[in-house]
DNA sequence: ATTATTATTGAGATTCAATAGCAATAATAA
DNA sequence: TTATTATTGCTATTGAATCTCAATAATAAT
């Protein structure tokens, strides 16, 4: 069963209407095959002249979680993220705190710590997030655990200095 | 080493200055042993006739997770919680998508499983997150999609509603 | 097919968590 | 004690997400 008839019998459960607008914001969603976020999704969908406002993409987003065809992501940039779920097969992410990179992997020892777990506090979880932080290849190579800090610190700084720069710049 | 040390040390190796308000927030915070967000942590040392506006407690939060004392946890009321770690035995989540209650655990395998995978991936972990999303034993039983909204509502307010209960009982 | 009912849409207004700007204050170093 | 400047509190601002409401369109009933 494909995304769009997926929510077809989602929609006809809940006595809701099958519109235009939500399938083609389904067909978008999974031909990205990534996560995004509401800001990209709405470009895309202008991109290819399909005017769906805003607000339809917020009232549809919630709906689309309710029937299993996306979950929310927690990134760190202040709002929210989703990534289609249904038909893809299910991942976690390393997020490196340096460079702020998505790493995916697939694990099946969190599945079965979730059946576990779950049969421990008499939970019927349908879902859970298995997520590691901390640096990616790349910048614990490159900075040391402990650099860290150090370079944060001159990297505020250095906006400071470049805040100022332009400031002096303007005559 | 408690968390105000903790803190300090962390303070002077930033070259950045000790504050009673920047303590004070330690303080409140350790003596929840519980998550909270900014609105709580606010009301709360306000009930203690601690003025410290919300602006430095959203100015301390970053502080106190790069200095490892919180993190931030993500629940689905659309604006960020934190709980402390620091001296904490690190824990995940059950949560409950029909009243948004939310149970601790711990399991050491997760911790076996951020190993592994760090490892697989030449990732240095410095954390991780584990998450089962589904239903409690309560609602499994009873699961009314009507009762969501309503039942989550009550649960996420009752919170308030505790911190203010305390507050008046004081003479 | 036609009509009635009402869920859905789009545009703009609104909310509210989070951030930024600024003058006053206070923590550190000299 | 004085100088420097990080920090605070207040206010204004931002921006993601929600809400309002008239117009539209999807479904059910006739």
Same mark, same amino acid.
Request: include cysteine; charged fraction near 35%; charge should be positive.
């Given at each position: 069963?494909?995304?769009? /008839?997926? &929510?077809?019998?989602?929609?006809?459960?809940?006595?809701?209407?099958?519109?235009? $607008?939500?399938?083609?914001?389904?067909?978008?969603?999974?031909?990205?095959?990534?996560?995004?976020?509401?800001?990209?999704? &709405?470009?895309?969908?202008?991109?290819?002249?399909? =005017?769906?406002?805003?607000?339809?993409?917020?009232?549809?987003?919630?709906?689309?979680?309710?029937?299993?065809?996306?979950?929310?992501?927690?990134? $760190?940039?202040?709002?929210?993220?989703?990534?289609?779920?249904?038909?893809?097969?299910?991942?976690?992410?390393?997020?490196?705190?340096?460079?702020?990179?998505?790493?995916? &992997?697939?694990?099946?020892?969190?599945?079965?710590?979730?059946?576990?777990?779950?049969?421990?506090?008499?939970?019927?979880?349908?879902?859970?997030?298995?997520?590691?932080?901390?640096?990616?290849?790349?910048?614990?190579? =490159?900075?040391?655990?402990?650099?860290?800090?150090?370079?944060?610190?001159?990297?505020? $700084?250095?906006?400071?200095?470049?805040? /100022?720069? $332009?400031?002096?710049? =303007?005559?």
């Amino acid at each position: 069963m494909d995304p769009i /008839n997926k &929510f077809r019998a989602y929609i006809k459960a809940q006595g809701l209407r099958k519109t235009p $607008e939500r399938e083609t914001i389904i067909e978008e969603i999974f031909s990205i095959h990534d996560h995004f976020d509401v800001d990209e999704l &709405f470009l895309r969908l202008r991109n290819k002249k399909k =005017r769906i406002s805003k607000a339809s993409l917020y009232r549809t987003i919630p709906l689309l979680i309710e029937s299993g065809l996306i979950r929310e992501v927690y990134f $760190e940039d202040g709002h929210l993220h989703y990534e289609p779920i249904y038909g893809h097969k299910h991942h976690c992410h390393l997020r490196c705190t340096t460079c702020g990179k998505i790493i995916e &992997f697939t694990d099946d020892a969190a599945l079965k710590v979730q059946e576990r777990i779950s049969k421990k506090y008499g939970f019927v979880a349908t879902a859970h997030r298995f997520e590691l932080i901390g640096y990616c290849p790349k910048c614990a190579q =490159r900075d040391g655990v402990q650099k860290k800090q150090q370079l944060y610190k001159e990297n505020t $700084e250095k906006k400071k200095q470049d805040a /100022n720069d $332009e400031h002096e710049k =303007r005559p």
